[in-house]
């Protein structure tokens, strides 16, 4: 998981207009950093994993890769929503797929 100060408040954040970049797998909204460090927020819904245990496995895979790429990525809030076709990747593609999104 991630560190407290690395979490996005996604309430605070849904109404806000950010850059966007859409793909067919993710919606990518960043903002300008209100810190001095990266902060992540990410919506995985009922209509991407039906399952509770595959959404919070989905939730991981994307806070882990996260975490480990928060150095390289520009200062800025990041809120990222899963879409329903990203449940047909593997875990590669959606790094992938991710990787994409992310980086503008």
């Known amino acids: 998981m991630l560190a407290k ?26 903002f300008p950093a209100e810190k001095n ?6 919506i995985l819904g009922g209509r991407v994993y039906k399952k509770a245990v595959e959404r919070n496995r989905g939730r991981r895979m994307i806070y882990g890769w996260f975490r480990d790429n928060e150095p390289q990525l520009p200062a800025g809030d990041y809120l990222v929503t899963a879409l329903p076709a990203l449940s047909r990747l593997t875990k590669e593609e959606m790094i992938k797929a991710l990787k994409n999104a992310v980086s503008f």
């Open 5 to 30: 100060k690395h979490k996005l408040p996604i309430a605070q954040f849904l109404k806000k207009r950010g850059r966007m970049r859409k793909t067919g797998y993710f919606l990518c909204r960043i």
């Open 37 to 42: 460090h990266s902060r992540f927020g990410l």
